[in-house]
Nanobody, 124 residues
């Protein structure tokens, strides 16, 4: 699986961005996908995931502002981010997660692939 993330950029607080992650192959029916982010000077953290069965889950506090979705026909997973805050500034990575892995993942071995990351900068 190869993942290509896009859609990052610079916005002011309160603005919106939609990240996209294009995956090679028709994989959504048999794999979990998600988003992680890494802010400057901080550890990488889980943002949200979309399971192979169609359920979603979000980091506490993000569900009201972020929405993860997929378009299986285009092999793309999206992260719609609204009401952005400066603390959302980070590099965002899309991932594929092995079936049967803990969700959110607890081990690096739970992941199948990582995208290259796309930078989101939110100014106050």
């Amino acid at each position: 699986v190869q993942l290509q993330a896009s859609g990052g950029g610079s916005v002011q607080q309160g603005g919106s961005l939609r990240l996209s992650c294009a995956a090679s192959g028709s994989i959504f029916s048999r794999i979990n996908m998600g988003w992680y982010r890494q802010a400057p000077g901080k550890q990488r953290e889980w943002v949200a995931h979309f399971t192979a069965t169609g359920s979603t889950n979000y980091q506490v506090g993000l569900a009201g502002r972020f929405t993860i979705s997929t378009d299986g026909a285009k092999n793309t997973v999206y992260l719609q981010m609204n009401r952005l805050k400066p603390e959302d500034t980070a590099v965002y990575y899309c991932v594929t997660i092995k079936l049967g892995a803990d969700l959110p993942p607890r081990s690096w071995s739970d992941f199948e692939a990582w995208g290259q990351g796309t930078l989101v900068t939110v100014s106050s």
